[in-house]
Every structure is written in structure tokens, then in C-alpha cells.
T-cell receptor, first 110, second 114 residues
Framework: DAKTTQPNSMESNEEEPVHLPCNHSTISGTDYIHWYRQLPSQGPEYVIHGLTSNVNNRMASLAIAEDRKSSTLILHRATLRDAAVYYCILRDPGNTPLVFGKGTRLSVIA | DAGVTQSPTHLIKTRGQQVTLRCSPKSGHDTVSWYQQALGQGPQFIFQYYEEEERQRGNFPDRFSGHQFPNYSSELNVNALLLGDSALYLC?????????????FGPGTRLTVT
């Protein structure tokens, strides 16, 4: 079962920043926080991951709470192409499968 | 560099029939995982293949079986199809030498059972 809690849906205006929250109060010390997204009619794609420190890459930023019980995926300027279902997943560094919840469906309005 | 490819794209089968889905991993990847995604749900892990053996399995019945070939490609077989098997079947590949074993997904095969 998924160990994360995300809002079912969120809406954003184009070119505005988007903050997608994720609660994971039962996270263990070795769990990494992964974010994947699934664009319409495509398979999921990796977005970003982190352990304790905030992370940035070309797609997004990941802000991790100090107690690691929550995190936020930040899209700095949402575009129409960012409309997707975003999944927050906890995963230990071993070869464990991804456990998906229902994710957050992000709609972007032009 | 080709990513993960899956065939066929769509498939329609009748209850009780058998189906085989195929997956070619991303170049350089040696591990293949299969997921089932029902409409409106997140993907659910079926099993994982590495070195031509099933290494991990999710909560799926024995009707679901698979195979991995020496070139790392993989097949998913489902016997005695049920209406509830209608779903998007996703293949994901990863490299065993990567610490976090980031998974790359294919576009999926849409299976409809009538």
C-alpha cells in the first residue's frame, strides 16, 4: 500500500509556480522520496528524488521538511505540457518496486 | 537512444483467452518490471525480471507469468483472461548497477477483455 498522501487534484495558471504537497508521516530513515509524473496516454516518467536535502534539476525542485514527514514538488513555471498526474513515492535504496498511490492530477489553465 | 518500447499498443481479447505482451528495455538496462494500471488508479507492481529469472512479485495470481530473454527483453503472459484484467500494462526497465535503479517506463499496452 502507498505510504504517501496527496491531494486528488490541483489547478494552476500557466506560467505560475505550482507547489504539489505530499505527506509521508511514516517515512523510514532510509526511504528516498521519489516523484514521477504521468502525462496523458504515456507511461510514468521520473521527475526528481531526494533524501534529506532540497534538490533541484531541470524539471523541478523538491523541498523536504526538516522532519522528512512531508515534501513539496515545485514546478517553477507551469506550462500546458505539465498537465499530468504526479505521484509521490517512498522507496528504500534496495531494488524495491515502485508503489504508486492515486497521485495528484494537475490541470494547467492557459 | 531508443527508450522502452512495448507491443502491441492496443489489444482486444475475449474472456478465457490468453495474451502475450512484449517489452524491450532501454539500451543498457538489464532489469524489467511489469505494472498493471486500471482506469483512474496508479500502476500496481506485477513482477520483476533480472538475469532471466523472476526476482520479485506483487499480489497477482499465477495466471500472470513472464519471461526474460538473454537480450533483456521480456514478455508478460496472462492466461484465462477475466474482465477485470482490462487495464494498461506498463513495462519499466532499470540498470542493476545504478544505486537508485531509476525506472524508465514504456507507453504501455492497453488490454481490453470483452
Amino acid at each position: 500500500d502507498a505510504k504517501t498522501t496527496q491531494p486528488n487534484s490541483m489547478e494552476s495558471n500557466e506560467e505560475e509556480p505550482v507547489h504539489l504537497p505530499c505527506n509521508h508521516s511514516t517515512i523510514s530513515g532510509t526511504d528516498y522520496i521519489h516523484w514521477y509524473r504521468q502525462l496523458p496516454s504515456q507511461g510514468p516518467e521520473y521527475v526528481i528524488h531526494g533524501l534529506t536535502s532540497n534538490v533541484n534539476n531541470r524539471m523541478a525542485s523538491l523541498a523536504i521538511a526538516e522532519d522528512r514527514k512531508s515534501s513539496t514538488l515545485i514546478l517553477h513555471r507551469a506550462t500546458l505540457r505539465d498537465a499530468a498526474v504526479y505521484y509521490c513515492i517512498l522507496r528504500d535504496p534496495g531494488n524495491t518496486p515502485l508503489v504508486f498511490g492515486k497521485g495528484t492530477r494537475l490541470s494547467v489553465i492557459a | 537512444d531508443a527508450g522502452v518500447t512495448q507491443s502491441p499498443t492496443h489489444l482486444i481479447k475475449t474472456r478465457g483467452q490468453q495474451v502475450t505482451l512484449r517489452c524491450s528495455p532501454k539500451s543498457g538496462h538489464d532489469t524489467v518490471s511489469w505494472y498493471q494500471q486500471a482506469l483512474g488508479q496508479g500502476p500496481q507492481f506485477i513482477f520483476q525480471y533480472y538475469e532471466e529469472e523472476e526476482r520479485q512479485r506483487g499480489n497477482f495470481p499465477d495466471r500472470f507469468s513472464g519471461h526474460q530473454f538473454p537480450n533483456y527483453s521480456s514478455e508478460l503472459n496472462v492466461n484465462a483472461l477475466l474482465l477485470g484484467d482490462s487495464a494498461l500494462y506498463l513495462c519499466a526497465s532499470s540498470f542493476s548497477g545504478s544505486i537508485l535503479r531509476e525506472q524508465y517506463f514504456g507507453p504501455g499496452t492497453r488490454l481490453t477483455v470483452t
